[in-house]
């Protein structure tokens, strides 16, 4: 048996089919990828002189781990590739997928080892290849590119990170492997099919059946290039057969207007998150300016077999209420999967409030044709954590009804009872669907919580000019309030006053932020996790109340006291770091110290609830591994420095 450093030795030798390009299609090639897009025309020139072009079939291996010399940096012109490794069992570990502009081989060169990844094309695919002399002269004379490349392998490390986490506390019970964080809008896209805005309804029917698609992109009649609508089957159903309309018109007068576009190297999950989100099945996709594809929601649903979007769709189509209840313990199983293929936190809650959204938008939805038109129009407030859009498994009802100012004593009657009875019936059935009641009892049946317009006006004026300790209890919560459902411009109106008068208060500012300060990180003073000595949580310590809670209230602080409008915790760093509020550094390390928490606590609940244990926040320190100890250190450190600035800008005296 041959030894680690005995393994066979097999060189990324040029094929016979290897040939020279001319420079100008290499020129082109590299001003469109990072990080070759950077440097000069004359270094690129110099660089094209030494590439070479070589075509793979299908299944053609480049790569075998610990096998291969790498000799060349591949750089993908068309197709795509595989990265992977073989288990203890034999099977295939899928680890990346690599499409057009994508390299591979940039680790080994630079570490001067051989391949730690097998790689194979999925496709025929055809190769820049770079002599591994010329890309390092590269790395070493030019830092700009050398950060690249740097930064990619960092990120991985942290990938790795995650990656371990997974594997520890998530059982794998699907052999259906996901892939929306891996492959991009491009890689999954089908060519973009046009035709002229002018073509009559029937042509261009009988061209979509002939190519059996779903849509078709339409051009301005003398550029084929410039993009002015879509027209699905979803239009032909509703705008040509079902009003009887002429086949003869031009197709320009049911297509569907402006196009949705996504950039050809957005993650698929990404666009997901749009469909679902917008309620959109047809993306075009563009590269480089040009529209070159469309995406569907059925490819991605193709792609994945257990879909996000089947859930979401399931909701879409119910039409009674109890139809809802059992779709939210569906839930678990699509979260699973997206944490097995590399999801991390800010994509899941986001998964999660989309998803929920989308149960409380349909039931008041069923409810309102239940008990008829309301008196005035409304809105349904979502506040704490659905409010900023970080739901995870364990999330109360934290909910509020906004409605019109009546006109007459008459309709205020009217609007109080009809309200009461939405808000008992509604509260009810989205505790029969999983969302369990707040026990602080801010809900929607609380009539504290069910008023007019004026009244809101009133509370958060109030809150804000007398920060008494309620007051800013409710502040925390009830200021991260974001639309759920109905008429959206009284949330608008709401969030406008509020950022209107935050700003101008200090008091209000201060008790705010020494509230924050009392909520210190549970480390030593020489840097021990500090935990709970006894009782039900023994050995324990609570993630949210001493890790994500600190993050948020001082993104909260700042957002408010800076008239932003954001509510996500994640937004309001980036809003403030855009607004030059805090340093860029301290940005990227709280956004990743947030992210990193919240991937423990869903991990941690998923992990619960497949063991039929009521998921909580408390995880245990000395179950994680050293690495995950480590992040988790780090995490709370960058929490110190955030209530290290919160001190200067609010000191006691």
């Known amino acids: 048996m041959l030894g680690k450093n005995d393994t066979k030795k097999i060189t990324t030798k040029l094929s016979k089919s290897a040939h020279f390009v001319a420079p100008n299609v290499i020129l082109s090639f590299f001003q469109e990828i990072m990080p070759f897009k950077n440097l000069s025309t004359d270094a690129l020139q110099e660089v094209a002189k030494h590439c070479r072009i070589d075509f793979y079939p299908k299944g053609s291996r480049l790569m075998t781990v610990d096998e291969t010399e790498i000799s060349h940096l591949f750089l993908i012109q068309r197709g795509g590739v595989k990265a992977f490794l073989i288990d203890a069992k034999g099977e295939e570990v899928l680890k990346d997928y690599r499409g057009e502009g994508a390299y591979i081989g940039a680790l080994g060169i630079i570490r001067g080892t051989r391949a730690n990844l097998n790689i194979e094309t999925v496709e025929d695919t055809f190769c820049f290849l770079l002599p591994r002399e010329v890309f390092l002269d590269l790395v070493k004379s ?31 019970r699907s052999s259906d492997d996901l892939y929306l964080f891996t492959i991009c809008a491009g890689d999954l896209s089908k060519p973009a099919q046009k035709m002229s805005v002018k073509a009559s309804i029937q042509d261009v029917a009988k061209h979509m059946a002939r190519l059996r698609i779903g849509s078709m992109l339409l051009h301005h009649p003398d550029d084929e290039e410039e993009i002015l609508g879509i027209v699905t089957d979803t239009d032909f159903r509703t705008k040509v057969v079902a009003t009887a309309r002429d086949f003869s018109e031009p197709v320009e007068n049911i297509m569907s207007i402006p196009v949705k576009t996504v950039l050809a190297e957005e993650i698929c999950f990404e666009v997901l998150l749009k469909m679902m989100d917008k309620g959109i099945r047809h993306f075009a ?8 594809g469309v995406l569907t929601s059925h490819d991605i649903m193709v792609l994945q077999g257990n879909s996000p979007f089947y859930l979401f769709k399931e909701i879409v189509k119910q039409r009674h209420i109890d139809g809802l209840y059992p779709l939210a313990a569906k839930l678990p199983e699509i979260i699973r999967n997206l944490i097995k293929e590399g999801g991390k936190a800010g994509n899941i809650s986001r998964m999660i409030s989309i998803l929920n959204d989308q149960v409380v938008k349909q039931l008041l939805t069923l409810l309102e044709k239940e008990m008829g038109e309301p008196p005035v129009s409304y809105c349904w407030l979502l ?21 019109a100012d009546p006109y007459s004593e008459e309709q205020r009657l009217e609007a109080q009872q009809y309200f009461s009875e939405f808000a008992q019936k509604a509260i009810n059935h989205l505790s029969k669907c999983g969302f369990p009641l707040c026990p602080g009892d801010i809900m929607a049946t609380n009539p504290k919580w069910c008023q007019p317009f004026s009244m809101w006006i009133k509370y958060f004026t109030q809150w804000i000019t007398e920060p008494a300790p309620e007051e800013l209890l409710n502040a925390t919560i ?39 300060l009392t909520n210190r990180v549970p480390l030593s003073f020489f840097k021990n996790f500090i935990v709970e000595r006894d009782g039900e949580h023994k050995n324990r310590l609570d993630i949210k109340l001493r890790g994500l809670i600190p993050i948020i209230g001082y993104a909260r602080i700042l957002a408010l006291m800076n008239g932003l409008k954001e509510t996500n915790t994640i937004s309001r760093l980036q809003a403030l770091q855009g607004e030059d509020k805090i340093p860029v550094d301290l940005c990227a390390a709280a956004v990743k110290a947030y992210e990193l928490q919240m991937q423990f606590r869903i991990v941690h609940q998923l992990e619960q609830i497949e063991n039929n244990i009521p998921p909580d926040n408390f995880i245990e320190p000395q179950n994680m591994t050293e690495m995950e100890r480590t992040m988790l250190k780090d995490a709370f450190g960058v929490i110190e420095k955030l209530q290290g600035t919160l001190e200067k800008l609010f000191p006691m005296t």
């Open 142 to 172: 030019n830092p700009a590119f050398s950060h690249f490349y740097l930064k990619s392998f960092s990120d991985q490390v942290v990938s790795t990170a995650y990656k371990e986490l997974r594997h520890q506390k998530v059982s794998l």
């Open 285 to 292: 996709v563009e590269t480089a300016g040009r529209i070159t």
């Open 383 to 403: 506040m704490g954590s659905e409010g900023r859009r970080e739901q995870t498994f364990l999330t109360d009802q934290d909910n509020a009804i906004v409605y």
């Open 478 to 516: 009830f200021f991260d309030f974001r639309a759920g459902h109905g008429d959206e411009k009284l949330a608008v109106s709401l969030r406008n006053h509020l950022i209107d008068i935050a700003p101008k208060q200090d008091l209000f500012a201060f008790h705010m932020a020494r509230q924050c």
